[in-house]
């Protein structure tokens, strides 16, 4: 068991434990992590694009069929979770006249991939300019216990930080199928 040296402030020495438990990797503000990580830009920002599938809260009856998606496969083969999701808490945080919606979800297990996290709770941001802020300030409190089919990835932000960025489908046995099919192309092709 390590001592403290009596020379270091008690106050230092804790900060510096909670510092580290601070660092786990995968977190927000982990670095050494996000190092490793992708950055989110160009095809990234278009496959995992902080968009929530209108036909997912009932706006599209007639949508496009998850097979016709040009990124449903790519989500599928690439994300760190893919899964069933419920939307725990949904909270709002407003400077001025811009707000920001922030939701809580579960990963439900089993996941629908491999996950490539161990995390199974997420707080994924909708800023104004995200694809579902219409959808997220329409619906707002009544996301709180929706399904959907969550694809979340991490990448790295240019200051070197761990973001998450996403995508929220339709919780359909349709979905789940092109997803199915997706890992099963994946696993053909050995890639």
């Not at 909670?18 to 670095?31: D, F, I, Q, S, V």
């Not at 811009?98 to 800023?127: M, N």
């Not at 200051?159 to 092109?178: I, N």
Request: charged letters at 25%; hydrophobic letters at 45%.
């Amino acid at each position: 068991m390590s001592r403290i040296p009596e020379q270091i402030p008690l106050a230092l020495a804790a900060a510096l434990v909670l510092g580290a438990a601070g660092c786990e990797p995968g977190r927000p503000g982990n670095t050494s992590v996000a190092s490793n990580l992708p950055q989110w830009e160009a095809r990234s920002r278009m496959v995992f694009d902080d968009n929530i599938d209108p036909a997912a809260v009932g706006l599209s009856m007639d949508g496009p069929s998850p097979r016709s998606d040009a990124f449903l496969r790519e989500r599928a083969q690439t994300a760190d979770v893919v899964a069933r999701v419920r939307v725990q808490t949904v909270t709002v945080d407003s400077v001025g006249d811009l707000r920001t919606y922030h939701l809580g979800i579960q990963v439900g297990v089993p996941t629908l991939t491999k996950a490539k996290l161990p995390d199974r709770a997420f707080e994924l941001s909708i800023k104004p300019a995200s694809s579902a802020f219409g959808i997220a300030r329409a619906f707002d409190a009544r996301l709180r216990g929706r399904t959907f089919i969550g694809f979340i990835k991490r990448f790295s932000s240019p200051e070197g930080e761990v973001q998450v960025h996403w995508h929220l489908s339709a919780d359909t046995a349709e979905v789940v199928t092109a997803i199915e099919e997706a890992v099963a192309l994946r696993e053909i092709s050995g890639s």
